[in-house]
């Protein structure tokens, strides 16, 4: 790595543990966090059990702060939390706080444990996000599993081989060193015996604690099982309908809960007449202050009680519409966060110098509408209460989070709290929050009953929380040798993450400008680096054609982050860059970046039907990097499907609202990528089995909204700006 | 109102209006949850059963109207303890992420090569049309349609 890249890939650093939280939702601290494992070993048995004295600053970084604190550095607590236990038998139990949400870590980290372990794979049990068994942990965002949470587990996993080729010594009264941990046993070279990790385990109540964290680790370009692809592990139950996700969570003597809403933010309850519910064969009405609900013996009985609550509302407060969104987030451009706006800006150079010196100037404003997570399985919660104590199966990204609001609302100590969360229909960045879990509990308290809580569509849609929109204003200038000499991009909303751009321009700014904004907003894949990532490369792309430059070479040209370099040349020659046109209406674009650590480039190629102006996307080249490959199967899907998904916020998905109500809060109204929008996808893995992994949900997705943008340019002539790019087709003169 | 139904080879009664939802019924009278609820509209197939052979959303389905009728749900493919073909195939495809779709996608591609068992890519896209994968992993899922396509070609038992 040459000087400057490692002063981009610190600074890229510091975007990423600044920049995805922005806009991930927390709940305020409430309580100081107990992190002992209480119980833990009564719960275990005997056998061997890991722990960790936790120094470790990467995963200590997930401490709970939140707020402005949460920038700074916090004191770092010694955080003691069991992580790995080997029983008799030899059956390893790992906890990880992490979430299996579709992103497919339950078996990516179980490939890392079982690789420094060194037994089979399927030895392993991954316990994830049950917050009475596992570690503390932050939530599953970020893209932090692997670069976190992998290495942690890992450093895990070889402090525990080493503990039992210490057990093995003692057990045969020989030297330790020339031992060898493999396939689940110790064997010894010298004489041959062998004795496996479970009969080294009978007997042990040993919890070995690991200070410090560093014991060795195997380099990935060593690795045997892990870097290798390995289908979804226990996917059976899938495919059978037998896995229980947590709207399929059942407790006996469970009732079923709806949620009264209002008909529009911020409309507030005037009068209640619950009497025509309350006569319902088995219904029970709860009210608490704004909040109301009812609960049924069956969901067709909670609906039909739902529907009979009279209520009036005090009306909604005048709000702004998507129609006049982008000018109401110009507009409200906040000035009581002008530290954090300081925080996000980066300036090298003067613009305005670069600017007087060009022989070309550009000014274009890019804009992104609010979009939906819509994941497939809706927020969902089974709430319990048994003598005083609250356990709730959730679907959530954030158990701990969870645990806490719970803690926080109904006010009770953080132990009397357990929150567990099934593989669930995933999340995207969008089920960080419990608001789900807090009124099925709060029903369920008033019910005295089990109570699930399945949020239908609408309320998934209206209720949750969306990407937030965004106004990306882009200034450049040319020079005569037809390279960049100024760089301008600012961005109001979206948030700042991958807002700096990767390309060498001696005169630049860029930065972020919080506003007010009118929809409740967090994180979403990737973030604003879909934001930015449009903004820029589509900029780049226009900046390339005023320069009379192909849209590839433009970028090599500016380039000298020898990563990215790489992915862009790699989708390049897989998708034969620049193409040739073989029909009309076929176009062709890029795009790409850096983002938390990981190199994207994606080659688009798009069809625009001259006709009615539909535009298809016909094919997808994208080339990732995010260091050593943990499954190059996850990955793949990881890769993939965030082309398909992007498609769906590239071309045509956003949100629609007015006067405190979504006006599309369905699938038959809000469209999201289907069958029959499947491209060819052709994914290009750049694997770096020398340098750390990262984390890979997020940042695939960055690419293919401005490739397609660039390639709807090339087909047609018009250059589109906003996205969602063509909800309606391309209208053509 | 008791309805009677055929769920899988088992008789039921149901005690509930002939307006419920067949969904409702199976999840949350049945305890069959293999079949999901996604949009209650009928737009994301999550939901979708056999009746009589035929993919229906069963969110949008009264279940009045599937009286003494024979519904098949993911958790009625296996046979003997042994997946149904377009089940493996599934599984070898490794053709899902969250896979809160997958039940959804299996019953109806059950549907499709039993109507039609050799289909084109742009057959399948859109018989397979009205269910969202959010994941985005049609691909595999086109890889596993093809999969069972060939299992069920030669023979696959059912």
């Known amino acids: 790595m040459n000087e400057k890249e490692t002063v981009r890939e610190e600074e890229t650093r510091a975007n990423e543990t600044l920049a995805p939280e922005r806009y991930e939702l927390f709940a305020p601290p409430a309580y100081h966090f107990d992190l002992e494992r209480r119980n833990f070993l009564k719960v275990m048995g005997g056998g061997v059990g890991v722990f960790l004295l936790v120094r470790n600053p990467a995963v200590l970084g997930q401490g709970r702060e939140s707020g402005q604190r949460r920038f700074g550095r916090p004191a770092l607590p010694e955080n003691v939390g069991a992580w790995l236990h080997i029983a008799p038998g030899g059956a390893v139990t790992v906890y990880t706080g992490k979430v299996e949400i579709g992103q497919n870590i339950r078996t990516s980290l179980a490939q890392q444990v079982a690789e420094e372990l060194r037994v089979r794979l399927d030895s392993i049990t991954m316990v994830m996000g049950d917050t009475a068994l596992v570690p503390f942990d932050m939530g599953t965002f970020g893209s932090m599993t692997t670069p976190v949470m992998g290495p942690q587990l890992r450093r895990i996993a070889s402090a525990a081989r080493d503990t039992l080729l210490e057990l093995a010594a003692a057990r045969w009264k020989t030297a330790k060193g020339p031992l060898v941990a493999e396939e689940g046993m110790v064997r010894d070279p010298a004489s041959g015996r062998r004795v496996a990790y479970g009969v080294l385990a009978e007997g042990q109540t040993l919890a070995k604690t690991v200070v410090a964290a560093d014991p060795p680790l195997i380099s990935p370009e060593k690795w045997t099982v892990a870097g290798k692809p390995v289908k979804k592990i226990g996917a059976t139950p899938f495919v059978t309908g037998r896995h229980l996700y947590p709207s399929d969570i059942v407790r006996l003597d469970m009732v079923y809960g709806k949620v009264l809403r209002p008909p529009a933010y911020g409309a507030t309850l005037a009068s209640l007449d619950a009497s025509a519910a309350k006569a319902l064969a088995g219904v029970v009405v709860v009210q608490d202050a704004d909040f109301v609900g009812v609960v049924a013996p069956k969901p067709e009985i909670a609906e039909k009680a739902l529907a009979a609550l009279k209520a009036t509302w005090n009306p909604a407060p005048a709000q702004p519409s998507s129609k006049d969104l982008f000018d109401y987030l110009r507009k409200n451009a906040a000035p009581e966060n002008a530290q954090e706006e300081d925080r996000f800006a980066h300036t090298v150079g003067s613009v305005e110098t670069g600017l007087a010196a060009a022989r070309q100037t550009f000014a274009q404003t890019y804009t992104v509408a609010y979009i939906a997570h819509a994941p497939l399985e809706p927020r969902a919660a089974v709430a319990e209460w048994q003598e005083g104590k609250l356990t709730v199966w959730t679907g959530t990204q954030r158990p701990f989070g969870v645990r806490d609001q719970l803690v926080e609302t109904f006010h009770l100590p953080a132990d009397s709290v357990h929150v567990l969360m099934p593989d669930m229909g995933s999340g995207y960045g969008g089920k960080h929050t419990g608001e789900c879990a807090i009124e099925a509990a709060r029903l369920a308290k008033g019910a005295g009953k089990p109570v699930k809580l399945i949020w239908t569509r609408e309320e998934e849609f209206t209720w949750a929380y969306f990407r937030p929109a965004g106004v990306i204003d882009v200034r450049a200038g040319l020079g005569a040798d037809g390279k960049l000499v100024a760089w301008e991009m600012i961005n109001y909303n979206s948030g700042p993450s991958a807002v700096n751009t990767p390309y060498d321009i001696p005169n630049q700014t860029t930065g972020f400008h919080p506003t007010k904004y009118p929809l409740r907003q967090g994180s979403y894949r990737a973030l604003a680096a879909t934001a930015n990532h449009f903004a820029r490369e589509s900029a780049m792309s226009e900046l390339a054609h005023m320069a009379g430059a192909d849209q590839l070479d433009f970028r090599l040209k500016h380039l000298s982050d020898a990563r990215l370099k790489t992915v862009f040349e790699s989708a390049a020659k897989r998708f034969s860059w620049p193409g040739k046109k073989s029909e009309p209406g076929q176009g062709f674009g890029i795009g790409g970046g850096i983002e938390k650590g990981g190199r994207v480039a994606t080659c688009a190629e798009v069809s625009v039907n001259p006709k009615d102006g539909s535009v298809r996307v016909r094919r997808v080249v994208v080339a990732f990097e995010c260091g050593a490959i943990v499954n190059p199967d996850g990955l793949n899907d990881q890769v993939a499907g965030a082309q398909m998904m992007g498609l769906g916020g590239a071309l045509f998905e956003a949100i629609e609202f007015a006067d405190g109500k979504i006006l599309n809060p369905r699938f038959s109204q809000y469209r999201v990528p289907r069958f029959s929008d499947l491209p060819r996808i052709e994914v290009v893995l750049v694997n770096r089995a020398d340098r750390p992994p990262a984390g890979a949900g997020e940042t695939p997705i960055c690419g293919l909204a401005p490739a397609v943008a660039n390639a709807i340019f090339d087909a047609t002539g018009i250059r589109l700006r906003s996205m969602p790019l063509a909800p309606h087709g391309v209208k053509q003169a | ?158």
Do not use: W
């Open chain 2, 1 to 158: 109102m008791a309805i009677e139904l055929n769920v899988n080879g088992r008789s039921y009664s149901v005690d509930t209006d002939p307006g419920t939802s067949l969904l409702t019924v199976l999840r949350d009278h049945l305890g069959l949850t293999g079949s999901k609820y996604g949009c209650g509209e009928g737009e994301c197939g999550a939901c979708t059963v056999l009746i009589n052979g035929n993919s229906r959303r069963s969110c949008i389905t009264p279940v009045g109207h599937v009286h003494r009728q024979k519904v098949t749900t993911i958790e009625g493919l296996e046979r003997a303890g042994k997946l149904h073909p377009v089940q493996q195939a599934f599984l070898d495809a490794d053709a899902y992420q969250c896979a809160y779709c997958t039940a959804g996608m299996i019953v109806t591609t059950v549907a499709l090569l039993d109507s039609n068992p050799h289909p084109t890519d742009a057959q399948i896209a859109e018989f397979l049309g009205g269910n969202i994968c959010r994941c985005g992993t049609y691909p595999r899922i086109l890889a596993a349609v093809r999969l069972a396509e060939r299992a069920l070609a030669q023979g696959g038992a059912r």
